[in-house]
């Protein structure tokens, strides 16, 4: 049994959003050590686990919350050019984390004296908040503005069947995964 909390901040979000907290736990439960299972002698491993977590993304470059100003922006008044400054960045004070929680379950069960394994995993992996680039009017003077926008879904199983089907001088072993995933945007 395991858990954890994080608590992290970041100055590339605006004062609103800048902290995230990202906790998650982790079980397995080994049952084959268990008194009850001494008795199946052809079981080597049964082990059930499972896992949730929520991590952050914080990759979108520094200063993207602000407005920013140019300097070297130059103005015609008459027939005198002045110098000026100018926003070329529209910022977002609402600007905050992209967060990621993900769901596992699995199972593993060893048969043989460990000579056939097999592994079962099921996962859920939502990414909400997502850290995007929006297009605004052009009218405004600007082409985008950072946002926390849309959500997407993964999910999935994985099947994994190994054997060492011999394992004396000579030694062959034989491998075999499958997957299923499904990937979906909610919003």
Do not use: C
């Amino acid at each position: 049994l395991g858990a954890s909390l994080r608590r992290d901040g970041s100055s590339r979000f605006g004062p609103n959003n800048r902290w995230g907290n990202f906790p998650s736990f982790s079980v397995g439960w080994i049952i084959s050590d268990e008194a009850f299972m001494e008795k199946l002698e052809w079981l080597s491993l049964l082990k059930v686990r499972g896992s949730y977590g929520i991590i952050g993304n914080n990759n979108i470059g520094n200063y993207t919350h602000y407005n920013t100003v140019s300097a070297n922006s130059n103005a015609v008044f008459g027939n005198t050019i002045a110098s000026g400054s100018a926003v070329t960045n529209l910022g977002n004070e609402d600007l905050g984390w992209e967060k990621t929680s993900q769901l596992d379950i699995g199972i593993d069960i060893s048969f043989l004296n460990n000579r056939i394994n097999f592994t079962y995993d099921y996962y859920r992996k939502i990414t909400s908040d997502l850290l995007y680039s929006l297009p605004v009017p052009r009218e405004s003077g600007f082409s985008n503005l950072m946002g926390n926008v849309g959500k997407l879904k993964f999910w999935g199983h994985e099947f994994s069947v190994s054997s060492h089907n011999l394992v004396g001088a000579f030694k062959w072993n034989t491998n075999f995964n499958i997957s299923f995933s499904d990937n979906r945007v909610l919003e």
